[in-house]
């Protein structure tokens, strides 16, 4: 179980912050800022102060603010966060929207050195490497 199981409802989900915290809550809270407390993560006047504010606060998002540095955000299921991996289709639109532009400004501007070869390579290596994750 972690901090935010503990508590009622989670209040990292939006339709649950503004819902009233009970006293369960509060002692959930309270005992997080002990154990950090303890830790040597937060100074006497940080506890105190968030303590006060912990019975001071009304809603499940107040107490969130008050312990979101100390317990690492995740997932309800509680596994970590997945960074979210860029889609395709802006990564092609990207290689192909400025690459086409600038060979079609070479074609009918000037022929001769092929400088649209630097566009084409820079603007491909997020492809690249996208597609060489995979």
């Keep these: 179980m972690t901090a935010w199981t503990d508590l009622s409802h989670d209040p ?5 912050a503004g819902l009233r915290a009970s006293d369960a809550d509060r002692d959930v809270v309270q005992a997080i800022l002990s154990q950090a407390y ?3 993560r937060l100074t006497p006047v940080e506890h ?6 912990t019975w001071q606060a009304r809603a499940l998002g107040d107490l969130r603010e008050l312990i979101a540095d100390l317990v690492p ?3 309800a299921g509680g596994l970590p966060a997945a960074r979210p991996r860029p889609a395709w289709r802006p990564l092609i639109v990207g290689f192909l929207l400025p690459s086409i532009v600038c060979v079609l400004l070479w074609r009918f501007a000037a022929s001769g050195l092929f400088w649209p070869a630097w566009v ?5 290596l997020p492809l690249l490497r996208r597609w060489h994750r995979r």
């Design 12 to 16: 990292r989900v939006g339709e649950f």
């Design 38 to 40: 303890a830790e040597g």
């Design 48 to 53: 105190d102060q968030r303590a006060a504010a």
């Design 73 to 75: 955000e995740q997932e």
């Design 120 to 124: 084409i390579v820079y603007t491909g």
